[in-house]
């Protein structure tokens, strides 16, 4: 993942886990399980989701709802509840050697072969679990809130965080269960852990305050897929991404998680290895799509909830409140250095009539969305910038591309001038496999700004040597349209976002798979309004060449018709 990564990898695989529930003398009943981050090795305090402790609740999940809770003491669950914790190889375990007392592996434990010496390379395989007690469950309220706000009320049926795709078999008792834990975590303490193995394991976690990680700076999640699952495979996989969105303490990511990583941590390329926040839900889906982000709980607050429910309900464990890590800068000392992205800011919402989609920002009083979002010329739009400086401009469309044309364009004039928004330069050249991000207020309109989230450039679409259409890897969704296209390097406007893809066979969106205009289409056009007011130009638009055309229906062209033998 390069050198930018390098530190904040090594804290996210030394603190990683997974943690498994399950009932005493109860084989047959199975197990739970969840990732988790392990915050302190003396004692060994640890961090995981609370989702897998719904079962052994004795007052039921309704416990976690009930007005007023915010925390629950351990002994809130069963006494047939068993605890085991496993993480990875000591950070002192040298590549390719077996540690102290147990065999390389040269075939995955899971697979149920005996194992046999290495032949080359291999990582060292997972500690063996170790046996945990339950402190407290605990959540934040404010997160809840937050939650309630942006998915209750009329949308609530739209969306969905279960673990398991919409058309999966899950009983509705199970579905409230997970929806009731879904900002719930669980603070556990893992039984003595021999001297020699807290002494390896190295450095100790920090956490970023609430608010200092900015939209689209990047992150790094570390979960285990599937849990408990094969660990010698899963355990601390990782997976790179943004801060897509944030709301409080509820914030979302790109970076793709599954099933199984509830509760694993997410960490900041800045300072390295920074905790940012706890994996809440690793799918969520919107009118039955998946949408390609990962919902999560920011980790500063859970741990001063933790210190306060430490306090509360266990007065002799001021010990343990004192070994839970602290945010950056108090008393480390050590700022987050990283603004953001400048470019984010030049994303707008545009608003015509009871539609809405995303624009940016190309002069001081013009922007350029989509015909699908402000069809007709001369009407009346809104658009609100994400500065503070101007709620609202008004605005009207001067001109519309007509349906008949492959470019899905409008272009708004503005009453005054957006204040505070950064114009982005243009680019000139495109290279496939860059990385790009998409700005756009595709998830929650307006609720909390534009949402960022990352890829790749993945194919440069060209007619006669010129770029007639791009494709990224950036998860994009209605109302992302419009929104501009960034190299996330340079900053340079690349295009403008026109579609994700849908199959009409099965009617599933992918939003990892989308199209956007190239800028070197618009921008001489553009430069021609923006100084002589001649929209000569932009009428160009409605007539392009077959082959554009051809380009942007996603579809061969139909063979010629065989001919007739008779």
């Given at each position: 993942?390069?050198?930018q990564?390098?530190p904040?990898?090594?804290?996210?695989?030394?603190?990683?886990?997974?943690?498994?529930?399950?009932?005493?003398?109860?084989?047959?009943?199975g197990s739970?399980?969840?990732?988790?981050?392990?915050?302190?090795?003396t004692?060994g305090?640890?961090?995981c989701?609370?989702?897998?402790?719904?079962?052994?609740?004795?007052?039921?999940?309704g416990a976690?709802t009930?007005?007023?809770?915010?925390?629950?003491?351990?002994?809130?669950?069963g006494?047939?509840?068993?605890?085991?914790?496993?993480w990875?190889?000591?950070?002192?375990?040298?590549?390719?050697r077996?540690?102290?007392?147990r065999?390389?592996?040269?075939?995955?434990?899971c697979?149920?072969?005996?194992?046999g010496p290495?032949?080359?390379?291999?990582?060292?395989?997972p500690?063996l679990?170790?046996?945990?007690?339950l402190?407290?469950?605990?959540?934040?309220?404010?997160?809840?809130?937050?939650?309630?706000?942006?998915?209750?009320?009329?949308?609530?049926e739209?969306w969905?965080f279960?673990?398991?795709?919409?058309?999966?078999?899950?009983?509705?008792?199970?579905?409230?269960?997970?929806?009731?834990?879904?900002?719930?975590f669980?603070?556990?303490?893992?039984?003595?852990?021999?001297?020699?193995?807290a002494?390896?394991?190295g450095?100790r976690?920090?956490?970023?305050?609430?608010?200092?990680?900015?939209?689209?700076?990047?992150?790094l999640?570390?979960?285990?897929?599937?849990?408990?699952?094969?660990?010698?495979?899963?355990?601390n996989?990782?997976?790179?991404?943004?801060?897509?969105?944030?709301?409080?303490?509820?914030?979302?990511?790109?970076?793709?998680?599954l099933?199984?990583?509830?509760?694993?941590?997410?960490?900041?390329?800045?300072?390295?290895?920074?905790?940012?926040?706890?994996?809440?839900?690793?799918?969520?889906?919107?009118?039955?799509e998946?949408?390609?982000?990962?919902?999560?709980?920011?980790a500063?607050?859970l741990?001063r909830a933790?210190r306060?429910?430490?306090?509360?309900?266990?007065?002799?464990?001021?010990?343990?409140?004192?070994?839970?890590?602290?945010?950056?800068?108090?008393p480390?000392?050590?700022?987050?250095?990283?603004p953001?992205p400048?470019w984010?800011?030049?994303a707008?919402?545009?608003?015509?009539?009871t539609?809405?989609g995303?624009?940016?920002?190309?002069?001081?009083?013009?922007v350029?969305?989509?015909?699908?979002?402000?069809?007709?010329?001369?009407?009346?739009?809104?658009v609100?910038?994400?500065?503070?400086k101007?709620a609202?401009?008004?605005?009207h469309?001067v001109?519309a591309?007509?349906?008949t044309?492959?470019?899905?364009?409008?272009?708004?004039?503005?009453?005054?001038?957006?204040?505070?928004?950064?114009?982005?330069?243009?680019?000139e050249?495109?290279?496939?496999?860059?990385?790009?991000?998409?700005?756009?207020?595709g998830?929650f309109?307006?609720?909390?700004?534009?949402?960022?989230t990352?890829?790749?450039?993945?194919?440069?679409?060209?007619?006669?040597?010129?770029?007639v259409?791009?494709?990224?890897t950036?998860?994009?969704?209605?109302?992302s349209?419009?929104g501009p296209?960034?190299?996330?390097?340079?900053?340079?406007?690349?295009?403008?976002v026109?579609?994700?893809?849908?199959d009409?066979?099965?009617?599933?969106?992918?939003p990892?798979?989308n199209?956007?205009?190239?800028i070197?289409?618009?921008q001489?056009?553009l430069?021609q309004?923006?100084?002589t007011?001649?929209?000569?130009?932009?009428?160009?638009l409605?007539?392009?060449?077959?082959?554009?055309?051809?380009v942007?229906?996603?579809?061969?062209?139909?063979?010629?018709a065989?001919?007739?033998?008779?």
């Amino acid at each position: 993942m390069g050198r930018q990564w390098g530190p904040a990898m090594k804290v996210a695989e030394q603190t990683g886990c997974v943690v498994s529930a399950s009932r005493a003398g109860q084989p047959e009943a199975g197990s739970w399980s969840c990732s988790g981050v392990i915050l302190s090795r003396t004692p060994g305090l640890v961090l995981c989701h609370g989702g897998i402790f719904t079962p052994f609740l004795r007052a039921g999940s309704g416990a976690l709802t009930a007005a007023g809770a915010a925390f629950l003491p351990g002994d809130s669950c069963g006494e047939d509840l068993r605890l085991h914790v496993q993480w990875g190889p000591t950070a002192a375990s040298p590549v390719g050697r077996p540690e102290r007392g147990r065999p390389a592996l040269c075939t995955p434990q899971c697979a149920g072969l005996e194992s046999g010496p290495l032949a080359g390379h291999r990582e060292p395989p997972p500690q063996l679990p170790h046996p945990a007690e339950l402190l407290l469950l605990l959540s934040c309220p404010a997160f809840r809130a937050h939650f309630a706000h942006l998915f209750g009320s009329e949308t609530a049926e739209q969306w969905r965080f279960a673990s398991t795709a919409p058309d999966a078999e899950v009983s509705e008792d199970e579905e409230e269960d997970q929806l009731r834990a879904l900002g719930w975590f669980a603070l556990l303490r893992v039984r003595p852990i021999p001297e020699e193995e807290a002494d390896e394991r190295g450095p100790r976690v920090a956490v970023a305050p609430l608010g200092a990680v900015p939209k689209g700076a990047p992150l790094l999640a570390c979960g285990s897929p599937f849990g408990a699952f094969c660990p010698d495979i899963f355990l601390n996989t990782l997976s790179r991404g943004v801060l897509s969105n944030a709301t409080g303490p509820l914030l979302l990511t790109d970076a793709r998680c599954l099933p199984g990583t509830e509760g694993g941590g997410v960490f900041a390329a800045r300072p390295p290895g920074v905790l940012v926040a706890l994996v809440a839900a690793p799918l969520c889906w919107k009118s039955r799509e998946w949408v390609g982000l990962t919902l999560l709980c920011a980790a500063a607050p859970l741990l001063r909830a933790a210190r306060t429910a430490l306090g509360r309900l266990r007065p002799c464990a001021a010990s343990l409140a004192a070994l839970l890590p602290p945010e950056v800068g108090t008393p480390w000392g050590q700022p987050l250095r990283d603004p953001g992205p400048p470019w984010a800011a030049s994303a707008v919402l545009v608003e015509c009539g009871t539609v809405w989609g995303s624009g940016v920002v190309v002069a001081p009083r013009l922007v350029v969305t989509c015909r699908h979002v402000a069809p007709r010329e001369a009407s009346r739009v809104v658009v609100r910038p994400t500065t503070s400086k101007s709620a609202k401009i008004w605005g009207h469309v001067v001109f519309a591309t007509r349906e008949t044309s492959p470019y899905d364009i409008a272009v708004v004039s503005l009453e005054e001038d957006l204040e505070g928004v950064p114009i982005p330069v243009p680019t000139e050249h495109f290279h496939k496999g860059e990385a790009v991000s998409v700005v756009g207020f595709g998830i929650f309109g307006q609720a909390c700004g534009p949402s960022v989230t990352s890829g790749i450039l993945s194919a440069v679409v060209r007619v006669d040597e010129s770029p007639v259409m791009l494709q990224t890897t950036c998860a994009v969704h209605g109302g992302s349209s419009g929104g501009p296209l960034f190299s996330t390097h340079s900053g340079d406007l690349l295009g403008i976002v026109a579609s994700n893809t849908r199959d009409n066979n099965t009617g599933a969106t992918y939003p990892h798979l989308n199209f956007s205009i190239p800028i070197t289409v618009l921008q001489p056009a553009l430069q021609q309004y923006s100084q002589t007011g001649d929209l000569g130009s932009l009428r160009e638009l409605d007539h392009v060449a077959e082959p554009v055309r051809v380009v942007w229906r996603l579809q061969q062209p139909l063979a010629e018709a065989p001919r007739s033998k008779l």
